[in-house]
């Protein structure tokens, strides 16, 4: 029987490609024995990998036109590298091209190191794992299987990349003279392609072989993950990505890791290429791609045949009393299922230490403050983000804008006058974005229960407030006011900037849970090749995001010296009352809007119908 054909299929039908692979084109093949029958499952592997990306591609509008707007910005840098080759071929014979080979040599290992990152945080994100492992594991080998998914991943970078790389190795012959450089150059390219892909997917499988293997890291590998983040954006906001990376490239570019270039220029006719960097880098090449090979050949054994160890006492293929097992409801949590007293077998493996954090300490905070059910509900909330984390992943995009004025105030010594409302701003969007912004949606399959409860939408709407408020409030209000001491500013603008971020968080999140009932999203949206989640829709997100800019805008200006300056001079009052009256300004659009907001969704989802 031949492979799966073209015909477009959904999610529903995706396994099937994998048991078409495994049951119909590998069971074709068996008459070949040993390494080709090996090679022949892993081309059918990778065809059926290819096939399923290209469909869910064409299948994700958002995801063409993110791509569309990628490829505009991927033209400049096709533009700067076959205009670099073309310069550095200009150089060929002369003595400056000794003096230029050192930057060829640093892009191409650059180019080999993106594509190796980008790989290895894709094996980490779970997007190069067997879509149906049990089927395609049954039918072949796991050499077979692995490599499959190496050919795959190696196809589409390869794939991207052809075309720019036949550019410039045009480029570079044409002012070169150089004609054996338009067969040399693009073939050394594309095999140091292969070995950045084998070197990111053998550090990633790495990673996650560790993951699984020891209790801690599986227990904590949210905080770890956060804290490389964190150190990776201290990293980039300091500017101190030269001084970390430049050490480095320089040790790199000593050995024959940092010798492509000279392997891929061997053919011009230059004294300064040599031979025994080229010797060096194309035995790197011809031993590190097979040895790394069978290093993944033997990690993705090791996370298919082996199980993977608990973060906490409860094992995942331990059943429960209902006979499901704890990844069934980490699934059913991830749907929107909640255990409760009445059914202790629905606790996850994580429950623990998110009733410790979401519980234990709530209740002694709020349980005499605000009424048990909108305390319940807060609670929730709270342990929803606390087991999936990565379903807020959208809330951090924003953070970025804050790059610039965190460099300034790195490089300058002084906190920039602009980064303490920066924060404020910030921090009430992602408390209210990650909370209040889906109410419907986030409900997930127990929404008919959410509806029928005795408890009213305003209650509900409560809760998800107070899980916003009681984290983002705190926070945002003591950054910015330090921040604000610790700028140009005065102590009535720093004072008045913190309040404003927790009149903000209050605003947000009232806010939020008005426009997020009136644009619910209950379809899931793909995170990462294995996980689907809901999130909040694109409209709720860019209505969300003006009226929280409406609000603040009063704070926002009157906090500015120059604006309070003018408006001062202009309405005739001390420039000293001006941040004040923007944040009394702030504050009753806050309330009004909040309460009106509020009050409209719960009479929405006290009169829901499905």
């Known amino acids: 029987m031949s492979a799966p054909t073209d015909t477009p299929t959904t999610d529903s039908n995706a396994t099937g490609d994998a048991h078409g692979a495994s049951s119909a084109g590998m069971g074709g093949q068996r008459h070949r024995t040993g390494p080709q029958r090996t090679l022949a499952h892993a081309r059918l592997i990778a065809r059926t990998e290819l096939r399923r990306r290209r469909r869910a591609f064409g299948d994700n509008t958002r995801m063409l036109l993110a791509r569309g707007i990628m490829a505009l910005f991927g033209l400049l840098f096709i533009v700067l590298l076959v205009g670099g080759a073309y310069s ?102 594309l095999t140091v392609l292969a070995f950045g892909v084998v070197v990111g997917d053998a550090i990633g499988l790495a990673i996650k072989n560790v993951v699984t293997r020891f209790a801690v890291i599986a227990r904590f590998k949210t905080i770890l993950g956060v804290a490389v983040f964190l150190a990776y954006l201290a990293i980039i906001w300091s500017g101190a990505a030269d001084s970390v990376v430049g050490p480095l490239f320089g040790v790199v570019e000593a050995t024959p890791l940092g010798w492509f270039a000279d ?84 606790t996850p493996p994580s429950a623990a230490t998110s009733e410790t954090l979401a519980t234990g300490l709530s209740d002694r905070l709020f349980a005499e403050r605000v009424p048990q059910s909108v305390l319940r509900v807060a609670q929730k909330s709270w342990r ?146 294995s996980r689907k989640v809901i999130v909040p829709s694109l409209s709720a997100f860019v209505v969300y995001s003006l009226a929280l800019l409406v609000v603040s805008l009063p704070g926002l200006l009157a906090g500015i010296p120059l604006v309070a300056d003018w408006v001062g001079t202009t309405l005739g009052v001390p420039q000293q009352t001006i941040p004040l009256g923007g944040l009394v300004l702030t504050v009753v659009l806050a309330v009004v809007g909040g309460w009106i907001a509020t009050r409209s969704a719960g009479n929405t989802i006290d009169n829901y119908r499905m």
């Open 384 to 529: 929803r983000t606390y087991r999936a984390p990565r379903k807020l992943q959208y809330a951090i995009i924003p953070v970025f804008f804050l790059i610039n004025p965190i460099q300034r105030s790195i490089q300058s010594g002084t906190v920039a006058a602009v980064l303490p409302v920066s924060i404020a701003i910030y921090g009430a969007w992602a408390a209210g974005a990650a909370f209040t912004l889906n109410p419907l949606g986030d409900e997930g399959a127990v929404l008919p229960i959410t509806l029928t409860a005795s408890v009213s939408g305003l209650q509900v709407l409560s809760g998800l407030v107070l899980a916003g408020v009681a984290v983002g409030a705190p926070l945002t209000g003591v950054l910015a006011a330090i921040l604000g001491m610790l700028s140009p500013l005065s102590v009535l603008s720093a004072v008045a900037f913190g309040v404003l971020g927790v009149v903000l968080c209050v605003g947000a999140c009232t806010i939020g849970v008005g426009i997020g009932t009136a644009f619910p999203k209950f379809e899931r949206t793909r995170i990462s090749r």
């Open 88 to 189: 550095l071929g200009t150089f060929v014979g002369t003595d400056t091209f000794a003096d230029a080979l050192p930057f060829a040599r640093g892009a191409i290992l650059a180019v080999c190191g993106y594509a190796g990152f980008m790989v290895g945080i894709r094996t980490i994100q779970n997007q190069t794992t067997l879509d149906a492992p049990a089927a395609i594991l049954t039918a072949t080998s796991p050499a077979a299987a692995a490599l499959g998914l190496l050919l795959s991943e190696y196809a589409v970078v390869a794939g991207i990349a052809v075309l720019p790389i036949l550019a410039a190795a045009v480029a570079f012959a044409a002012s070169a003279g150089s004609l054996a450089s338009v067969v040399i150059g693009p073939v050394v390219l």
């Open 263 to 346: 392997l891929a220029l061997v053919g011009t006719a230059d004294p300064a290429i040599g031979l025994a960097r080229p010797v060096a880098a194309a035995a790197t090449l011809v031993v590190g791609i097979p040895l790394l090979t069978w290093v993944i050949v033997r990690l993705d054994s090791g996370l298919w045949y082996t199980d993977p160890v608990q973060p906490s006492q409860t094992s995942s293929s331990r059943p429960t009393n209902n006979g499901a097992t704890a990844a069934d409801v980490e699934h059913a949590e991830s749907s929107g299922f909640e255990s409760s007293p009445a059914n202790p077998e629905r």
